[in-house]
């Protein structure tokens, strides 16, 4: 029996990726480095192998998944080229996985993460399915109906894939390091919509989106009245956000979810377009309202009487749209956001959206810029965003008690490097003094 050895499990594609392999009943190990990851939880959980990096872990009966930071010259690589064994890329293997079902790629620049995840909640609620969400949360069935995936455009890696259906959540300039320009972006998406065969289901308020050409249907939600699907009457109450969706301008239901802000809602809006196309009964599209969330979007604790809020956000839109959540949320609580950005090519590219979106904020920190093995330094520093923000402050990790002073405030840490660590230096002396 083959045994798939993943090199560099602990990423979050790659762990949730191994989780569909073993659930499927094949045989799974990987290795990594030996830093905690919070991935590597659920493989645990599984008693999947995890071990160190070592030339010695490539045997003869292996099929090796390789994680997309690892470059040729990796030591198991090596290894494993030099035996000879079947090899693929992380984007390369998802490709020809996923087509053993019927699969749903969610993309765009921002919102796939909570879209995967809200999809697949809907659909596991009433089907034998797999998943797999950028958070590191993988599931297979033997039985499989459906395969949800997340589809990330990062150096095109999107276009391994041929599903029978995509999401397209929105199209913006992001990967500076890669991208050159939105035009650029538009043609990677453009390129993606080629290979769908079944079906787009696109956000109609997203100008880029528009002019998405394909050979497939294209169905439009959004809040516009020219979408197929449109929402309305969006309240928000305790529970969350309640809202009606017209079809072709024809109520069809009244939909809740325990979200907020209307990226959330527009987020929703794909899931019940996708599912009315499937003819899913609006009965069970309505599971929504039980959906837990993700890893890391607006993952939330309390601490007397602060709110702690762990956001991805690490671009400026969706900095907007975390801090929006926040107020619809806690209407009555001032929001405090933690910034850490990450890679220098992003900041630099963003300084000023940065700025504008974090003064959504009551009170600003920052913390120093998390920079990418990918590029260099360069000179610029998270001093340069700090001067654009009036009265924001630079946050280091012995000084995290300055955020006591807020005691009925809404902290919200955001950002995609290490800027849990912050949190946790603020929680560890908080816990301390009390």
């Given at each position: 029996?083959?045994?798939y050895h993943?090199?560099?499990?602990?990423?979050?594609?790659?762990?949730?990726?191994?989780?569909?392999?073993?659930?499927?009943?094949?045989?799974?190990?990987?290795?990594?480095?030996?830093?905690?990851?919070?991935?590597?939880?659920a493989?645990?959980?599984?008693?999947?192998?995890?071990?160190p990096?070592?030339?010695?872990?490539?045997?003869?009966?292996?099929?090796?998944?390789?994680?997309?930071?690892?470059s040729?010259?990796?030591?198991?690589?090596?290894?494993?080229?030099?035996?000879?064994l079947?090899?693929y890329?992380?984007?390369?293997?998802?490709?020809?996985?996923?087509?053993?079902?019927?699969?749903?790629?969610?993309?765009?620049?921002?919102?796939?993460?909570s879209?995967?995840?809200?999809?697949?909640?809907?659909?596991?609620?009433?089907?034998?399915?797999?998943?797999?969400i950028?958070?590191g949360?993988?599931?297979?069935?033997?039985?499989?109906?459906?395969?949800?995936?997340?589809?990330?455009?990062?150096?095109?890696?999107?276009?391994?894939?041929?599903?029978?259906?995509?999401?397209?959540?929105?199209i913006?300039?992001?990967?500076?390091?890669?991208?050159?320009?939105?035009?650029?972006?538009?043609?990677a998406?453009q390129?993606?919509?080629?290979?769908?065969?079944?079906?787009?289901?696109?956000?109609?308020?997203?100008?880029e989106?528009?002019?998405?050409?394909?050979?497939?249907?294209?169905?439009?939600?959004?809040?516009?009245?020219?979408?197929?699907?449109?929402?309305?009457?969006?309240?928000?109450?305790d529970?969350?956000?309640?809202?009606?969706?017209?079809?072709?301008?024809?109520y069809?239901?009244?939909?809740?979810?325990?979200?907020?802000?209307?990226?959330?809602?527009?987020?929703?809006?794909?899931?019940i377009?996708?599912c009315?196309?499937?003819?899913?009964?609006?009965?069970?599209?309505?599971?929504?309202?039980?959906?837990?969330?993700v890893?890391r979007?607006?993952?939330?604790?309390?601490l007397?009487?602060?709110?702690?809020?762990?956001?991805?956000?690490?671009?400026?839109?969706?900095?907007t749209?975390?801090?929006?959540?926040a107020?619809?949320?806690?209407?009555?609580?001032?929001?405090?956001a933690?910034?850490?950005?990450?890679?220098?090519?992003?900041?630099?590219?963003?300084?000023?959206?940065f700025?504008?979106?974090?003064?959504?904020?009551?009170?600003?920190?920052?913390?120093?810029?998390?920079?990418?093995?990918?590029?260099?330094?360069?000179?610029?520093?998270?001093?340069?965003?700090?001067?654009?923000?009036?009265?924001?402050?630079?946050?280091?990790?012995?000084?995290t008690?300055?955020?006591?002073?807020?005691?009925?405030?809404?902290?919200?840490?955001?950002?995609?490097?290490?800027?849990?660590?912050?949190?946790?230096?603020?929680?560890?002396?908080?816990n301390?003094?009390?």
């Amino acid at each position: 029996m083959t045994t798939y050895h993943f090199i560099g499990i602990k990423g979050t594609g790659m762990s949730a990726l191994a989780q569909i392999l073993h659930d499927s009943g094949e045989r799974v190990q990987g290795s990594d480095v030996e830093k905690h990851f919070f991935t590597q939880e659920a493989l645990e959980a599984k008693n999947i192998p995890i071990l160190p990096f070592s030339a010695t872990n490539i045997k003869e009966d292996c099929t090796i998944i390789a994680g997309n930071a690892f470059s040729d010259d990796q030591i198991e690589i090596k290894e494993a080229k030099r035996q000879g064994l079947t090899f693929y890329r992380y984007h390369e293997f998802l490709g020809e996985w996923l087509k053993q079902y019927t699969s749903i790629a969610v993309t765009g620049a921002h919102g796939k993460t909570s879209t995967t995840g809200l999809l697949a909640h809907v659909l596991d609620e009433t089907f034998p399915i797999s998943y797999l969400i950028g958070d590191g949360t993988g599931k297979g069935h033997v039985d499989s109906r459906y395969f949800v995936f997340e589809a990330c455009e990062y150096r095109r890696h999107f276009l391994r894939y041929e599903p029978d259906y995509a999401i397209m959540t929105n199209i913006d300039f992001d990967h500076p390091d890669y991208f050159t320009s939105i035009d650029d972006v538009f043609e990677a998406f453009q390129s993606m919509a080629d290979q769908v065969k079944k079906g787009i289901i696109a956000c109609g308020d997203d100008e880029e989106l528009q002019k998405i050409q394909a050979k497939v249907p294209v169905v439009y939600y959004g809040f516009a009245t020219t979408n197929d699907f449109q929402a309305q009457n969006v309240v928000e109450t305790d529970a969350g956000t309640t809202f009606d969706v017209f079809v072709r301008n024809t109520y069809y239901e009244t939909f809740t979810i325990p979200m907020y802000g209307n990226h959330n809602v527009l987020n929703a809006l794909s899931v019940i377009a996708i599912c009315h196309y499937e003819e899913i009964n609006a009965q069970d599209i309505k599971k929504m309202a039980t959906f837990g969330g993700v890893k890391r979007r607006f993952t939330e604790k309390t601490l007397a009487n602060q709110v702690l809020i762990d956001d991805y956000a690490h671009h400026p839109k969706e900095i907007t749209a975390t801090i929006d959540s926040a107020r619809k949320k806690y209407p009555n609580k001032e929001v405090v956001a933690i910034f850490q950005p990450h890679t220098f090519t992003r900041t630099k590219t963003f300084l000023d959206e940065f700025a504008e979106s974090l003064s959504l904020a009551d009170h600003v920190y920052l913390c120093d810029i998390f920079g990418s093995a990918r590029e260099e330094a360069g000179k610029l520093t998270v001093n340069d965003l700090q001067k654009r923000i009036e009265g924001s402050s630079v946050l280091q990790l012995d000084n995290t008690d300055v955020l006591e002073q807020y005691e009925d405030g809404v902290l919200v840490f955001m950002g995609a490097g290490d800027i849990q660590k912050f949190q946790q230096a603020y929680e560890e002396k908080k816990n301390v003094r009390n």
